[in-house]
């Protein structure tokens, strides 16, 4: 059975940081894009950022400077290291993977995770950032 699973988040004061983790194990994908969104209720999911095969990488613009994705392989484990955090970036952040075809590139990637065009996703993790 497929399983992603994030975990890492919480609350924090603006500035502080957070290093959300997601785990998978048990599927298979046929393309090696992974990638976080995250949703506020009543608002529509925002991509915020993306890693690809050669480890190219794509971030929405308000996260640029402030949010790292990366990947250990061996560990099956994705990773969002944000920093700077801002009152504005609260809200549940979701993993997934297997995004868009296996040549997709990271701007595709992200892109693909804002038309919903993944295979796997996680239940979320809260992040809470207070002013």
């Known amino acids: 059975q497929e399983h992603l699973v994030e975990s890492g988040g919480g609350s924090v004061q603006a500035g502080g940081s957070l290093r959300l983790s997601c785990v998978g194990s048990?599927?298979?994908?046929?393309?090696?894009?992974m990638g976080w969104f995250r949703q506020v209720p009543g608002k529509e999911r925002e991509a915020v950022a993306a890693i690809v095969s050669d480890g190219s990488t794509s971030y929405t613009d308000s996260v640029k400077g402030r949010f790292t994705i990366s990947r250990d392989r061996a560990r099956n484990t994705l990773y969002l290291q944000m920093n700077s955090l801002k009152p504005e970036d609260t809200a549940t952040y979701y993993c997934?993977?297997?995004?868009?075809?296996?040549?997709?590139?990271?701007?595709?990637?992200?892109?693909?995770?804002?038309?919903?065009?993944?295979?796997?996703r996680g239940q979320g993790t809260q992040v809470t950032v207070s002013s």
């Open positions: 048990g599927y298979t994908y046929s393309s090696d894009s």
């Open positions: 997934v993977a297997d995004i868009g075809d296996p040549y997709i590139n990271a701007i595709q990637a992200l892109g693909g995770i804002s038309a919903g065009e993944y295979n796997y």
